[in-house]
């Protein structure tokens, strides 16, 4: 808590991923404790406990993907395992004392707002219905698996899945296997059940960059220092933070030099690693490096240079019965097809129907591309606040950062709302549309200048092309606006009973904000 102070509002959190928790903790550290986490599943985790896939890991280092407040202090490993990033999410909420205010098995369908009233009803899939004076939509940008429509899939009689929802049950012991897709998942899984199988064809549309991932064991005598000494934690955390603002973000703006240097590191790294010229000119991507998310693997072009593995670049046309058919009219038996398909990533909070002020559906709202001032507020949707909403996802950094960031303004906004109601002041919050476009504008202006707004597709952007997921300057940049709320972006609180007027709502600020910039 920052000013020893209890505060009260009912807040509402949607999901208990790495979000929904920085947000619970956040809270508490502001002195509220009246909230609920709604989380659909049994389990924490969002997902990191919904991708089981045998391979599934994380290609950020682990000491900067974790939270400032939980520093990473298991230091054998760089990169950590799925099992290990869940069970650093499971103790996070057991250390901070989350886990009493989670809900499972609570799926939120439908937030909708009560202008009368001004508060927002939850409608959960099994029919009851909450109440909040404060929505915080935690759900995830990769949450809801994007499983294509191929002809002919529901007639296949073997055994299907999408990497997010893996059959467990479903032994890979000499079976013939197609999986489908060559982003991060796939190339995490692939060489993970490689060994097990005996035929594997990897169904690619577009080739993706490669980089070696570096993860070789700490020497254990700076494993040592990194968990036993803050100071090193600390400065090592900060030196893998300043690297990828120095290195990767210039390249995903278009520096030249960087983004040429990184194109013949990837380049090497696939020469090394397949041997056949014809495989290789199939895998060599045509577009910038970093316009889709640079794949890290140290195992994936060795994998796919394998005798029993065949990387399949003709589309696919139908799944049969027994296989998949592509294009060129070449049946591929399988027993067995893993859908690494991605995630249904530019429609944000659905299925879950938002619906604010006047009746108004945030889908149509978004219908030309989601958009929320700071990622977080939308106008006409009061007392709503998004985490890892439109435009806050990271392409060169740790996504734990813009999270925290989030979490720490949403909880001093709550904060804020809180004090107004225990001194007889209209506790709203709405965003205006005018700080909406300029805030808009501005990310626009920036997107356009990277690279993801080159040729190729990816889940960064619709299928219009509009860039509605990444954010695009200094990960500082977006730690320094949003950590304070700024009283011209907001409405003038409503009278009771009223509809809201103006600009320039908030007129205090609360306390110094809770440090999150390295
Ligand atoms: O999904 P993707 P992902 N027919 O969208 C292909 C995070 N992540 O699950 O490129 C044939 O990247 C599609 O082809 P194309 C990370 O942020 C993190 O792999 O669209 N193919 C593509 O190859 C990552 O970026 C970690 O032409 C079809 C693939 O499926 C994000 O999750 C680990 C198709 C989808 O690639 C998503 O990664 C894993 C179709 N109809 C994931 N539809 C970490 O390490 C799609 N494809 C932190």
Same mark, same amino acid.
């Given at each position: ?27 508490? !550290? ?5 909230f ?17 896939y ?12 974790? %939270?400032?407040?939980?520093? %990473?202090?298991?230091s054998?490993? =760089? ?11 499971r103790a ?12 499972y ?7 909708? %707002? ?15 219905t ?12 990769l ?19 999408? $990497? ?12 013939s ?32 960059w ?7 064991? *700490? ?11 803050p100071?090193?934690?600390?400065? %090592? ?10 290195v990767l ?17 990837a380049?090497?790294?696939? =020469? ?25 693997s ?5 994998t796919?240079? =394998? ?12 799944? $049969? ?35 604010? =002020? ?10 030309g591309?989601a ?7 939308v106008?006409?949707?009061?007392n ?27 909880a001093?906004c709550?904060a ?46 619709t ?20 950590? !304070?709320?700024?009283?011209?972006a *907001? ?19 609360p ?8």
């Open positions: 808590m920052t000013d020893g102070r209890r505060r009260h509002v009912e807040v509402a959190v949607i999901g208990s991923g790495f979000a929904g928790l920085a947000a619970a903790v956040q809270l508490k !550290r502001q002195g509220i404790e009246s609920t986490v709604y989380e659909k599943a049994g389990d924490l985790g969002g997902t990191w406990r919904d991708n089981t045998p391979g599934a890991g994380c290609d950020i280092p682990s000491h900067l993907y974790s %939270y400032t407040f939980a520093p %990473y202090r298991d054998r490993v =760089r990169y950590p395992g799925q099992p290990q990033v869940l069970e650093y999410l996070c909420a057991r250390e901070h004392g989350v886990e009493r205010h989670v809900r098995g609570t799926e939120i369908t439908a937030v909708r %707002y009560d202008d009368g009233r001004g508060q927002w009803t939850l409608h959960t899939a099994d029919g009851r909450h109440t909040a004076d404060v929505v915080v939509s935690a759900v995830g940008q949450h809801r698996p994007n499983v294509p429509a191929l002809p002919g899939a529901e007639d296949f009689e073997g055994t299907a899945f999408h $990497t997010a929802r893996w059959d467990h049950g479903h032994p890979l012991e000499g079976r296997v197609a999986v489908v897709g060559t982003g991060s998942s796939a190339a995490q899984v692939v060489p993970a059940i490689a060994g097990r199988v005996r035929r594997l064809y990897v169904h690619q549309r577009t080739a993706n490669v980089l070696p991932k570096p993860d070789a064991r *700490f020497h254990p005598a700076l494993s040592l220092l990194l968990r036993t000494v100071a090193a934690h600390r400065a %090592y955390r900060s030196l893998l933070f300043r690297r990828s603002e120095a973000l210039p390249a995903l703006r278009g520096n030249r030099l960087i983004g040429g240097l990184l194109r013949t590191m380049l090497r790294h696939l =020469r090394a690693g397949v041997p056949d010229p014809g495989l290789r000119a199939r895998l060599t991507p045509d577009f910038a490096v970093g316009c889709k998310r640079i794949v890290l140290s195992d994936w072009y060795p796919l240079a =394998r005798d029993h593995v065949e990387v399949v670049t003709q589309p696919i046309a139908r799944v $049969t019965q027994k296989g998949i058919e592509t294009s060129d009219g070449v049946h591929r038996e399988v027993d067995t097809i893993i859908y690494a398909t991605g995630f249904r990533t530019t429609e944000f909070l659905a299925p879950m129907t938002v619906t604010g =002020r006047e009746g108004r559906d945030l889908g149509e709202v978004w219908r591309g958009r929320a001032y700071l990622g977080i507020h106008p006409d949707f009061p709503l606040f998004l985490m890892y909403g439109p435009n806050t996802n990271l392409g060169h950094n740790s996504v734990i950062l813009t999270l925290e960031a989030q979490a720490v303004h949403i001093r709550v804020l709302l809180a004090d107004r109601r225990a001194a007889g002041a209209g506790a709203v919050m709405e965003a205006t549309p005018q700080a909406l476009q300029a805030w808009q504008e501005r990310v626009d202006e920036g997107s356009a200048h990277t690279v993801w707004a080159g040729s190729c597709t990816s889940w960064f952007k299928g219009d092309g509009v860039l509605t997921n990444n954010w695009p300057f200094r990960t500082t940049l977006y730690q320094r606006l949003t950590a !304070r709320p700024d009283p011209a *907001f409405r003038r609180p409503p009278p009771p009973g009223g509809t809201s007027a103006g600009a320039g709502g908030l007129r205090h600020v306390d110094q904000p809770t440090r999150t910039e390295l």
